[in-house]
T-cell receptor, first 115, second 113 residues
Framework: AQSVSQHNHHVILSEAASLELGCNYS??????LFWYVQYPGQHLQLLLK??????LVKGIKGFEAEFIKSKFSFNLRKPSVQWSDTAEYFC?????????????FGGGTRLMVKP | KAGVTQTPRYLIKTRGQQVTLSCSPISGHRSVSWYQQTPGQGLQFLFE???????NKGNFPGRFSGRQFSNSRSEMNVSTLELGDSALYLCASSAEPGDEKLFFGSGTQLSVL
């Protein structure tokens, strides 16, 4: 079975600071990787995804993530955060042999951006 | 286009009771999956349905069950409720299983007293 670990539970940054949220997974096979975001009072929504190809993927709102297969990592980055990025961020994996949408989520990272 | 609709929004039950939660996927979406979210365990996969068939099931006891109807609407049922079943239950839909994007509903907040 796969598992996902997010290293930081809470992150506090000032506006314009750079962001990197760590995500590591354990699974020996091929996976699809996702970052979801939950803004206060809103639904979980997809931020970005990696299926194959270029390991550096770009998502909405200036976010990007890099898949490093050798490290089983899929870290989320943003060069300059804004107050509106305050949210909870979830890393998730879907093992391809599931043949469906059986996501395993990390524990989430709460990001607070101070104006 | 309406999003994923979950009803009810809040539920309060007592131990030993049973509960049924409902999910209406986005129009045209045929895959529905359910997740349990708690502060301690985070988001955990419950099950996924497609074409009225359960495709995947998470590591939950048999008290947790679900079904999908021909119009893709889904229900999940929890019998003999326990205090630990208190959680936010999220439904997500996608066009097909393995689709790249899940659309989540707002969830049903279940409190078991």
């Amino acid at each position: 079975a796969q598992s996902v670990s997010q290293h930081n539970h809470h992150v506090i940054l000032s506006e314009a600071a750079s962001l990197e949220l760590g995500c590591n997974y354990s699974y020996g096979g091929t996976v699809n990787l996702f970052w979801y975001v939950q803004y206060p009072g809103q639904h979980l929504q997809l931020l970005l995804k990696y299926f194959s190809g270029d390991p550096l993927v770009k998502g909405i709102k200036g976010f990007e993530a890099e898949f490093i297969k050798s490290k089983f990592s899929f870290n989320l980055r943003k060069p300059s955060v804004q107050w509106s990025d305050t949210a909870e961020y979830f890393c998730a994996v879907n093992a391809l042999d599931n043949a469906g949408n059986m996501l395993t989520f990390g524990g989430g990272t709460r990001l607070m951006v101070k104006p | 286009k309406a999003g994923v609709t979950q009803t009810p929004r809040y539920l309060i039950k007592t131990r030993g009771q049973q509960v049924t939660l409902s999910c209406s996927p986005i129009s045209g979406h045929r895959s529905v999956s359910w997740y349990q979210q708690t502060p301690g365990q985070g988001l955990q996969f419950l099950f996924e349905y497609f074409s009225e068939t359960q495709r995947n099931k998470g590591n939950f006891p048999g008290r947790f069950s679900g079904r999908q109807f021909s119009n893709s609407r889904s229900e999940m049922n929890v019998s003999t409720l326990e205090l630990g079943d208190s959680a936010l239950y999220l439904c997500a839909s996608s066009a097909e299983p393995g689709d790249e994007k899940l659309f989540f509903g707002s969830g049903t907040q279940l409190s078991v007293l």
